[in-house]
């Protein structure tokens, strides 16, 4: 299946987890990566995975919480590939706090990566994305969906990119550009596997994010995320899919 032959796609987050796993899926279809993340180490042994499959991908690192990065990550893209034609937003951050002990410097952290920067790069690709008839999928989470204990700020900020894709996805729809989201739970990556819980974690509440199929790798993500980004998604935006085992179901 080559859905993305001569297409440009950019990635945040791809150096790890979904975003990587989402990089390496596009590029096997056919699609020109570019991919972006703050750990340029990650960046280059991804890049080096997808040359070697036959793919073509270049490594931009980018902080995408960075006033005015975004704005030269898409004049970069641009600039190399001649376009583009989907933005897969998978930048984000994870912190689990009990909500009376979230320090303001946390809360603005997670607010300013996960819901400010997906903004800023949308914004800042939409330009393009009108001239292609492009298409957006972000990151949001079950969290968006339901309480995430100990995840106050993680659950607000990823409440506000999906409130803010359906917005785009309305305001752009008749001028040819999708935005949707994907709303993972119960997913293995890095950023999971490396948190720590509230010293008084009432690990009952666990039974709220965990899937009843058990746990699954990031490429399940990003299939789902390949089908929304390709033409197989033409007539969906403004929708978030759940990819979750069941959590919500």
């Known amino acids: 299946m080559k859905r993305f032959e001569n297409k440009v796609v950019l990635v945040t987050g791809a150096g790890s987890g979904i975003g990587r796993a989402s990089a390496l899926r596009l590029a096997a279809e056919g699609g020109k990566i570019w991919c972006t993340d703050i750990n340029e180490a990650d960046l280059n042994t991804l890049i080096d995975e997808i040359k070697t499959a036959g793919g073509m991908a270049i490594a931009y690192r980018f ?3 960075e006033i005015g990065g975004a704005e030269r990550c898409i004049d970069a893209c641009v600039s190399e590939y001649g376009g583009l034609d989907a933005v897969v937003n998978m930048a984000g951050i994870l912190r689990f706090s009990n909500c009376h002990e979230l320090g303001l410097d946390i809360w603005d952290q997670l607010i300013s990566v996960n819901l400010t920067g997906t903004f800023m790069l949308c914004k800042a690709a939409l330009p393009e994305l009108l001239k292609t008839k ?3 999928v972000n990151a949001a989470s ?9 995840g106050a700020a993680y659950a607000a900020s990823k409440g506000g990119v999906l409130a803010m894709t359906r917005s785009i996805a309305v305001e752009y729809a008749k001028r040819g550009v999708r935005a949707n989201c994907v709303c993972p739970g ?3 990556t890095n950023m999971v596997q490396g948190l720590s819980f509230p010293a008084d974690a009432d690990f009952d509440l666990l039974s709220r994010i965990t899937s009843l199929t058990g746990a699954k790798g990031p490429e ?3 299939g789902v ?7 197989d998604g033409c007539h969906i935006t403004g929708e978030h ?4 085992g069941g959590i919500l179901a």
């Open 63 to 65: 902080d995408i919480s």
């Open 186 to 188: 119960d997913i293995n």
């Open 225 to 231: 995320i390949a089908m929304l980004a390709s033409e």
């Open 134 to 136: 492009g298409n957006i």
């Open 241 to 244: 899919i759940r990819v979750d």
């Open 142 to 150: 079950t969290a968006s969906l339901q309480g995430l204990p100990w």
């Open 220 to 222: 399940v993500v990003a």
